[in-house]
Structure formats: C-alpha cells, structure tokens
C-alpha cells in the first residue's frame, strides 16, 4: 500500500528547512566576474524617484533579454515604483519629499544586492537576498517562489531598513499614514502583477487566478500589509532610545526574513510536490 506522510509531518519537515537556513554559516566571495552591462545600472546609488524609475527598467530589460530569472521579482517591482512616483506626482500623500527620498532609499536596498551579488561578494550580500538570487541562478524553484523570495528579501528584510534612512520622525504621524497609503497602490496592481507573470513566465498561473476569483488578491495583499506593519514597527524599534532594542530589531530583521526564504523553498523538501507544482503552473489545462 502506497503511504503518505501526514501533513504535521510535511510542516515539521517545511520547519526544519526554514530553521537549517537561518543557522547557516557566514557565506564567502564566489568567483563571479559580472556581468559589466548589468552593473552599469546598479553601479551608482540611485539619487531621485524618476532616475530610479528609469534605471530599474533599464536593469529589467537587461535581466529579460538574458532569460535571467531575476526578471520575475523585478518587473513586479518596477511597476510598483511607477505606481509610487505617480502617486507622489499626484499629490496623494501628505509628506511627498518623504515617500521620494523613502522610494530611493528601498530601491538602492535592492540596487546594492544585485551589484553584489554580480560581483561575487556574497559576504556583504543579505542571506535573503542571496537566498532569492541562488534560486533564480539554479533554475529550479518555482516562478512563484522567485517572486515570493524578492519579495520577501525586499518587504520582510530591506523596508525596515529603508524607512530607517528616510527616518520615521519628526512627525511621525504622519510619516506612518503616508506608509500605510502605498498599499493601496499595491492592491490596484497585484492583479496586474498576476497577469505579468502568467502570460510570460508560467502559464497555469492564469487557470489558478481564475479559480481563485479574488481571494488570491486579498490574501496576496493582507499579507504584504502585514508584513509592511512588521516593517514600520521595526524601523521604530531601530530607532529606539535603547541600544539593546535597537541591537534586537537588526537582528530580529535579519533572522526572520532569512528563515522566511527558506521556508518559501520549503516545498523542495519533497520532490513530488515541487514538481506537481512546477506542472501546474507551466501548464494552462485544467
């Protein structure tokens, strides 16, 4: 008789994936050379909302044309910024300087990883982020989990950090509603980033929209607003008066965000799952 093994025992498995991540070793230079076309546009920090708008496309373009699959995080992202910039132009925030300086300071986040990455200096290179990118790079994780994986390294690890450079005071207030504004930004585009990604990079994905209606959207954005929430108490904490809380908060984004990676593969810990959720999302027949 053919057995399977219980769903506890798939979560215990999934679980000790996400923990065998966040206790793994410091990582070292590889031997990567790059790539000089790609690092001309991560080479310079980005200094204002329409640059960076202007050079993640070009960066975009660049990762399409070599098949990288990189391209799935970043066209996700790339639309997102353009969503952002338009809403700065159109006055739909309180603090417009702020939301631009805080647009730059998260996209030079990402602009940083992917040159040092490229360069090979993965000891400077955040675990989720080179989580995300060694998945792209081997090819065998999900067109969903690449874009889960620079999400994650993006949301759950670099917005913390970016809205400690913008700063989170004086007025805090108000800084907070501004940064809770831009998920309403992400909710008019998570359909549109859905359709992206099924016409281009995985096919069933429209069959698993469809049938889903509008939930997928919902949780899709429940979950992003949440862990925008876990990103703005962060940022506090890293502000903190305290040195001992702010020591915590660096920690605590870091570890988590790692395990999180980790745990986005998790379903590579068993190779009839991952492939039946490789199948479905290359095929469009129901």
């Given amino acids: 008789m053919e057995s399977t093994a219980p769903t506890g025992g798939r979560r215990a498995k999934q679980l000790r994936t996400a923990v065998h991540g966040v206790h793994r070793t410091g990582l070292t230079a590889d031997d990567r050379t790059g790539d000089e076309e790609l690092l001309a546009f991560v080479a310079e920090p980005y200094t204002d909302v329409e640059e960076t708008h202007r050079r993640l496309g070009g960066l975009l373009r660049a990762f399409e044309e070599r098949g990288d699959r990189r391209a799935v995080f970043l066209a996700i992202y790339w639309r997102m910024t353009a969503a952002v910039a338009r809403g700065i132009r159109d006055g739909d925030f309180a603090d417009p300087d702020w939301v631009g300086d805080y647009l730059v300071a998260f996209a030079n986040l990402y602009r940083r990883a992917v040159h040092d990455y490229e360069r090979g200096n993965v000891a400077a290179l955040p675990d989720p982020w080179h989580v995300a990118f060694r998945a792209t790079e081997r090819g065998d ?6 874009a889960a994986l620079g999400v994650n390294a993006h ?9 400690d450079a913008a700063g ?10 501004d940064h809770t504004a831009v998920i309403d ?14 016409a281009r990079d995985a096919d069933g994905l429209a069959a698993v929209d469809d049938s889903l209606g509008q939930l997928d959207e919902w949780l899709a954005v429940a979950t992003i607003n949440e862990c925008r929430e876990s990103a703005w108490r962060t940022a506090v904490a890293m502000n903190s008066r305290f040195r001992t809380r702010r020591r915590f ?4 984004n870091a570890v988590t965000s790692k395990g999180a990676a980790y745990l986005i593969l998790s379903s590579q810990a068993s190779d009839t799952v991952h492939e039946a959720l490789a199948d479905l999302e290359q095929s469009a027949e129901s």
């Fill in 141 to 146: 994780s999900l067109v969903v989990q690449d």
């Fill in 155 to 163: 949301i759950n690890y670099d917005l913390a950090l970016a809205l």
């Fill in 168 to 177: 989170v005071g004086p007025d805090r207030r108000t800084k907070y509603e």
């Fill in 185 to 198: 930004v992400i909710a008019d585009l998570v359909d549109e980033a859905q359709r992206t990604l099924s």
């Fill in 249 to 252: 908060a660096h920690w605590w």
